[in-house]
């Protein structure tokens, strides 16, 4: 059956080309961020060429209803290696097999015990966290892994056939990122199904993954941590227009579980949604003489923290602002606006940037005086502040930081360097730092069209 998704997305063309280099793959990402339509893609696509002599895709969960028939799957897969046959399989919803990391390690062993240069798998399903550790595990340097995720600000230009990059096209993108994601209703179920398919990979595999652990937890724990860190952010940053929109009894109602967890209950809470994909965590720090890994450590349990200690040492971020819009919508209702008031748009900007910019060995900076850097990577000596207004020179504080720092500066339009401070268009910064943006020049050159 052919797919009824035309638009292929950046991600797409990388499996693709794995395919031709490795013969096993793994497709990593956030659940429903697109895995399945690439798989089914790369079906009729290879189909309709004459690389294979046959291309299987196989939904695990909902095509292969018995332990006997994920069984008999595995040794059909096991038998094209050793017989070196010219197959491609396309395996989703990996978890879904009996042990599947005992499967995975079983196709592990076929390729290592026999010399085949014409059987290819690709291996995708959620969460990912679990099928990484697998393949990790079973394949090491053997295999490649792809990462990807929610759709990116480029690849949204290229869905609607538009070039422009700007704050109008940026807004766009924001609010209108859902109309791809039709199956997407609502924060809460994808939290619910997040855990849902955890609780499947622990109860299927043969060994323990670590720190993959959701029991005790429930959307609404996992909803109220992301409504506290919506609602603290918009009180931070004094969004008059929005927050007086909200009544005592909606925001109660909306976090009043984050009231009541433990400092145990709200570690685990974001180490899920960490796991999942869909937030960061930023230590803060007054000093520029930090660990670089403080953060792997508090969600591994090697710092602990008290609650106070928890809110008061990291910055959590929502990663995708459709679950940031769709969070507001919920809480607004008819009241939310399509016309975002500036420094609300400025929040989703600083999430945005810190989704797409590395999380690992770095921190914000934040002093006694309140003087605030929102990202610094020491290793890189890099420095970025971002607003989303043509911000004086005169109110940042780049000031505090050590010699040799690269100095960015984000803004609503102001670019160019002024004095040792780069300034950047913030929708601009974040075009160019995001997958996606070789859409636009496959399509410029006359490539396969979107």
């Not at 062993?109 to 959620?126: C, I, L, Q, R, Y």
């Not at 490649?144 to 759709?151: E, K, P, S, W, Y």
């Not at 070039?163 to 993108?173: A, H, I, K, M, N």
């Not at 605030?372 to 911000?391: G, L, P, Q």
Request: aromatic share 12%; proline share 3%.
């Amino acid at each position: 059956m052919k797919s009824e998704y035309k638009f292929k997305r950046n991600f797409y063309y990388a499996v693709e080309k794995a395919i031709s280099e490795s013969s096993v793959t793994f497709l990593l990402g956030a659940r429903r961020c697109g895995k399945t339509v690439c798989l089914k893609q790369l079906q009729d696509k290879f189909s309709a060429g004459n690389e294979f002599d046959e291309v299987s895709y196989v939904d695990t969960k909902r095509e292969l209803a018995s332990t006997s028939d994920k069984s008999l799957f595995i040794n059909e897969v096991r038998k094209a290696v050793v017989n070196n046959e010219k197959k491609l399989f396309l395996i989703d919803e990996t978890t879904y097999l009996n042990q599947p990391d005992c499967a995975i390690m079983d196709v592990q062993d076929a390729f290592t015990s026999f010399h085949n240069t014409n059987t290819k798998v690709v291996f995708t399903g959620n969460p990912s966290r679990a099928l990484e550790c697998w393949g990790h595990r079973a394949f090491a340097g053997d295999a490649i892994f792809i990462r990807t995720d929610f759709l990116s600000y480029p690849e949204w230009l290229a869905f609607k056939g538009m070039t422009e990059v700007s704050e109008e096209t940026y807004e766009q993108f924001v609010h209108g990122t859902r109309e791809f994601y039709s199956e997407f209703h609502g924060t809460k179920e994808y939290l619910q199904d997040c855990l849902d398919e955890t609780a499947v990979s622990n109860s299927r595999a043969a060994e323990l993954i670590l720190n993959n652990d959701c029991g005790g937890l429930n959307a609404d724990k996992l909803s109220a941590v992301l409504y506290a860190s919506l609602v603290s952010s918009l009180s931070q940053k004094h969004l008059q227009d929005t927050v007086t929109k909200l009544s005592p009894e909606e925001i109660t109602e909306r976090y009043g579980n984050y009231q009541d967890m433990s400092a145990y209950e709200l570690r685990r809470a974001l180490q899920f949604l960490h796991n999942c994909g869909l937030i960061t965590i930023t230590y803060v720090s007054s000093s520029f003489d930090v660990k670089p890994y403080v953060v792997q450590d508090f969600l591994n349990e090697a710092q602990d923290w008290s609650k106070p200690e928890i809110l008061r040492n990291l910055n959590i971020s929502i990663k995708y602002p459709m679950f940031y819009v769709d969070m507001l919508e919920s809480i607004l209702k008819e009241r939310f606006s399509e016309k975002l008031p500036e420094n609300l748009l400025g929040r989703i900007a600083e999430n945005h940037v810190r989704a797409i910019l590395p999380d690992t060995g770095c921190f914000k900076y934040r002093d006694p005086q309140g003087r605030e850097i929102d990202y610094v990577r020491k290793n890189a000596k890099k420095a970025i502040d971002i607003s989303v207004t043509n911000e004086k020179l005169s109110s940042t504080h780049f000031d505090v930081l050590p010699d040799g720092y690269e100095k960015i500066l984000l803004t609503k339009g102001n670019k160019g360097k002024q004095g040792d401070i780069e300034c950047v268009p913030y929708y601009q910064f974040i075009y160019d730092n995001s997958q996606g943006r070789e859409l636009a020049n496959r399509r410029e050159n006359g490539g396969e069209k979107t």
